[in-house]
């Protein structure tokens, strides 16, 4: 009899073992409609009422997007804490292995709590700000119930409980939980008309721009539009409809506690000039305000000073965007530095541009940055971001529509003119015209080379010669490319 047990056990035992070390594989990412624009835009943390009934494919898809992430070298590790196990992550796989046996989450009535292991905050805070997008894909327009939500005192827990091989710098914990819909409500709008309101639902799905996007180094020195600038400085840290328990008004990106610790901190440098981008009303400091302009600190090209500062600054991008923190050492701005940088460099590809991120910055080049931008002493430099439109040769998407498309156009006329926005995937010659319904020119609009991004053209309702046209239907169409777009107007003054 005894013998029979012990071979019976002699055979099961390694089963048990082999079930409990087997790696579980995770599907792949799914794809959602969803643009970056709009998952910036409907962004926002829940910290309690989680339930645990989430599908893993929710899990496959953070996962995927932390790993997706830019980061500036070293290690990363990825753990998972389930109501069964704490699990490591190995993304080359997708498949997760049992760390530490049982139940260890922070919040009890969370589905999944993901930690990342890295030496930098900065990396920390990209890998984030990709996980928590990729979880708000899962809402819907009329509403859903994942949400996310990083947690510095999950992130606490973990360090103490999970017996991570290194620090875990940050826990997302997601769960089931009642949520906002996904809203295109523009909020950013400037006080001072000093920049154009952004676009709060793009073209791209987030997820293939996460799959596609390269950083780029080599630029064309064509400068970008008003119009780009004010998309990427607004993907970056811009003002969005959430309004936070605090009752602060929310960003495109989480803050600890809400202290929004980049404001007033965020520069664009270009040709004509060094520009503090503002996301408060005046003078900047209430968070419980929203704006969306540009104040002019310095005038005149400060480029070749700001390239000096750092030999890995790209030296033929005609804009810069640098962000400053008052804090070095604190996990709270460092973090959210990268959750600023990686929306700005996923931007920059889906609006058809190349982007670089020059992260980490030594204590050295912090302050030739700061000495070239003439900064105030208590901001310090953490990144800067290069972009601009390739100068090696046009990317091309399989599954973009054109080279050209219209973003946004007023309806109807109003204030005497019309003004139509448009999206270019690349450098090019571009011509905008008017039509009548029986296809006789009316009026060239512009026919001129634009850089890659975001612009805009307007029409007064007057023909080639000045003269007032006809009420009627009329046809504005924006070519580049071989590539064609256009909208319909009703003229009615």
């Known amino acids: 009899m005894r013998t029979w047990l012990w071979l019976k ?43 645990s009934n989430l599908p893993l494919q929710v899990l496959a898809n953070v996962l995927w997007a932390m790993t997706r992430a830019p980061f500036s070298g070293g290690s990363r590790e990825f753990y998972v804490a389930t109501p069964e196990n704490v ?27 993901v930690g990342i ?42 360090n103490a ?15 089931n939980a009642p949520s906002r819909p996904l809203d295109t409500t523009l909020v950013a709008i400037s006080s001072d008309s000093s920049l154009p309101p952004p676009i709060t639902n793009g073209n791209d799905t987030f997820e293939i721009a996460l799959m596609e996007y390269t950083q780029d180094s080599l630029f064309s020195p064509v400068g970008l539009s008003l119009e780009t600038y004010s998309q990427l400085l607004w993907a970056g840290y811009g003002a969005t ?28 440098v270009r040709e004509e000039g060094v520009d503090l981008f503002h996301n408060r009303l005046p003078p900047g400091t209430n968070l419980a305000t929203r704006d969306h302009r540009l104040e002019r600190l310095l005038t005149g090209d400060r480029r070749p000073e700001l390239r000096q500062a750092s030999a890995r600054i790209p030296s033929t991008a005609p804009a810069y965007i640098v962000a400053c923190v ?120 512009l026919r001129e080379r634009q850089s890659a991004g975001y612009h805009s053209v307007t029409w007064d309702g007057t023909d080639q010669q000045g003269r007032p046209v006809r009420r009627g239907t009329y046809l504005v169409t924006i070519s580049t490319g ?12």
């Open 9 to 51: 056990l002699l055979f099961i035992f390694p089963a048990l073992l082999a079930g409990y070390t087997r790696p579980e594989t995770l599907p792949a990412p799914v794809i959602h409609r969803h643009s970056l624009e709009l998952l910036l835009n409907s962004r926002y943390s829940v910290h309690s009422g989680f339930e």
């Open 87 to 113: 699990y490591r992550y190995h993304p080359e796989s997708r498949s997760l292995t049992v760390h530490l046996a049982g139940d260890h989450r922070y919040n009890s009535g969370s589905a999944f709590e």
């Open 117 to 158: 292991a890295t030496p930098r905050q900065e990396d920390a805070g990209m890998a984030i700000q990709a996980g928590v997008l990729a979880a708000t894909a899962f809402r819907t327009d009329s509403g859903g119930n994942v949400v996310a939500c990083p947690m510095k005192w999950a992130t606490d827990y973990a």
């Open 161 to 175: 409980n999970w017996n991570p091989e290194r620090e875990i710098k940050m826990v997302i914990v997601l769960g």
């Open 241 to 268: 409809p959430h309004i936070t328990t605090n009752n602060r008004y929310g960003l495109t990106v989480p803050s600890a506690v809400a202290g929004y610790f980049l404001t007033r901190r965020i520069y664009l």
């Open 326 to 445: 008052n804090d070095t050492a604190s996990y709270r701005t460092m973090q959210e530095a990268g959750f600023v940088a990686f929306n700005l460099l996923l931007q920059a590809y889906t609006l058809g541009l190349s982007g670089f991120i020059t992260i980490p910055l030594t204590i050295a080049e912090r302050n030739a940055i700061k000495n070239a931008l003439m900064l105030a002493s208590d901001n310090h430099p953490v990144f800067v971001f290069s972009v601009g439109t390739t100068a090696t040769g046009i990317r091309e998407k399989e599954r973009r529509e054109g080279l050209v498309t219209i973003v946004r156009a007023q309806p109807a006329v109003r204030r005497s003119y019309l003004r139509v926005e448009y999206l270019l995937r690349q450098t090019g010659m571009v011509e905008a015209e008017v039509f009548d319904m029986l296809g006789r020119p009316v009026r060239t609009l």
């Open 482 to 493: 071989g590539s064609i777009t256009q909208h319909r107007v009703n003229w009615a003054k």
